[in-house]
């Protein structure tokens, strides 16, 4: 069985048999509120989704910082040198059912001096589109073991009013006495773009 996280938990990211983790997914997803729109003179209201363009990202941190930009991996830069973080790819609305955007992460191949990887949505463009995460509703971060057909291990819902917030550190998995660990971070920002979150961080 998963673990359902809550805001500030932190947990042993290990195989259900208790052994290490090798290759796990990062799954991250969230779906536009249904918001209520005048009609005809404002006597008819109708409920409209308006599309948001959410973007994950994760940064690489050594000795807990960012130190190079190949460390952040996203959308401009969906690979890591070491071949270890791969990300899957950009959605642009946050349509549809599961996961929206996922990373990749060979925890054989992540070179020795990283020991936290954090991962943060923000929304694109989101003061120009007037936007933020009071308009987003079931957004989520789960972690599979890609060895086990993607099993899920655990899964933290963000569940707290977010209105007015453009950004959000949804968690991270670190290093602790050589076993990795996540934490369900839960910090929403008013950052708005990666370069804004990434600068908390360096």
């Keep these: 069985m998963a673990v359902n996280l809550q805001k500030g938990q932190r947990v042993d990211l290990r195989k259900h048999d208790g052994s290490s983790l090798k290759k796990v997914m990062i799954g991250l997803g969230w779906d536009a ?24 990202s994760v940064f690489l941190c050594s000795n807990g910082k960012v130190t190079d930009n190949n460390d952040i991996i996203y959308f401009g830069n969906l690979k890591h040198p070491s071949g270890a973080v791969t990300h899957m790819g950009d959605n642009l609305t946050g ?12 925890l054989t191949k992540l070179p020795a001096n990283y020991d936290k990887l954090i991962f943060v949505v923000n929304i694109y463009e989101a ?67 990666i370069s804004e979150l990434v600068r908390r961080f360096i």
Excluded: P
């Design 33 to 56: 509120a249904k918001r209520e729109s005048g009609g005809l003179l404002g006597l008819f209201g109708s409920k409209q989704v308006q599309s948001i363009d959410c973007d994950a």
């Design 127 to 193: 003061n120009k589109r007037n936007q933020n995460f009071g308009m987003i509703h079931n957004a989520f971060i789960r972690i599979c073991d890609c060895e086990n057909n993607n099993q899920e291990l655990c899964r933290y819902n963000l569940s707290e009013n977010y209105d007015g917030m453009t950004a959000m550190i949804f968690g991270e998995m670190y290093l602790h006495n050589g076993n990795w660990k996540f934490n369900a971070i839960g910090q929403a920002t008013h950052d708005n773009s």
């Design 95 to 106: 349509d549809g059912e599961g996961d929206d955007e996922e990373i990749f992460i060979d």
